[in-house]
């Protein structure tokens, strides 16, 4: 069965500059989330788009920002790189129309900032 | 506020040796409660999702139940290839995001 793709899988950039995530839902799948992934941390809510409309924020950085488009993959735009950047981000899609809403992740994108 | 406690932080068993993860929490509105496999580097692999108090869920070697208050992961049995990181979250009844807890990590030696 066809699963959340995330490219890049890894990403190295230097402070200051800007990154690019790309997230590709499981087919039918019409919502979106982002999650980051601190070293040794649990995964935190970044943001969420349903229908390319976005549904939810979290704790996410002014510095980013994130869209959905019509074919539902979703990138993450980050600019001004910070060191504290650094970490694991996922991508997560779900059927919203279906009770349960489960959750499936990507294999996520390791961003290190140097 | 909502929030998401896992204990232990890390289990060492041995190959056979039966024990239980535990994940306590407290949410406006549960919708949802949900176990995930974490390998190193790699996504959260879905487990299991429990919805109501005294609900149970199997697959394989693991068991999930849910009270009002906590869930429990049973891992019977336990094989060195059950090592990872089991990661519990919620699901508050006002959003769609997922409260994570910081996980068990878990070490079965043969």
């Known amino acids: 069965a066809a699963g959340v793709i995330q490219s890049p899988r890894h990403l190295i950039k230097e402070k200051r500059e800007t990154a690019t995530l790309k997230c590709y839902p499981i087919?039918?799948?019409?919502?979106v989330y982002w999650y980051q992934q601190g070293p040794g941390q649990d995964p935190q809510f970044l943001i969420s788009?349903?229908?390319?409309?976005?549904?939810d924020k979290g704790s996410i950085p002014d510095r980013f920002s994130a869209q959905q488009f019509s074919d539902y993959h979703s990138e993450l735009n980050m600019s001004s790189l910070e060191l504290g950047d650094s970490a694991l981000y996922f991508c997560?899609?779900?059927?919203?129309?279906?009770?349960?809403?489960?959750?499936?992740f990507g294999a996520g994108t390791r961003l290190s900032v140097l | 506020e909502d929030q998401v406690t896992q204990s232990p932080e890390a289990l060492r068993l041995q190959e056979g040796e039966s024990s239980s993860l535990n994940c306590s929490y407290t949410?406006?509105?549960?919708?949802?409660l949900f176990w995930y496999r974490q390998d190193p580097g790699k996504g959260p692999e879905f487990l299991f999702t429990?919805?109501?108090a005294g609900e149970e869920k199997e697959k394989e070697r693991l068991k999930a139940t849910l009270t009002k208050k906590e869930s429990f992961l049973h891992i019977t049995a336990p094989k060195p290839e059950d090592s990872a990181t089991y990661l519990c979250?919620?699901?508050?009844?006002?959003?769609?995001?997922?409260?994570f807890g910081q996980g068990t990590t878990l070490q079965v030696k043969p």
């Open positions: 997560a899609s779900s059927l919203k129309t279906l009770a349960k809403n489960i959750q499936y």
């Open positions: 087919p039918r799948h019409d919502t």
């Open positions: 788009f349903y229908e390319k409309m976005q549904s």
């Open positions: 949410v406006s509105g549960l919708r949802g």
């Open positions: 429990l919805y109501s």
């Open positions: 979250a919620v699901r508050p009844g006002n959003t769609g995001k997922l409260i």
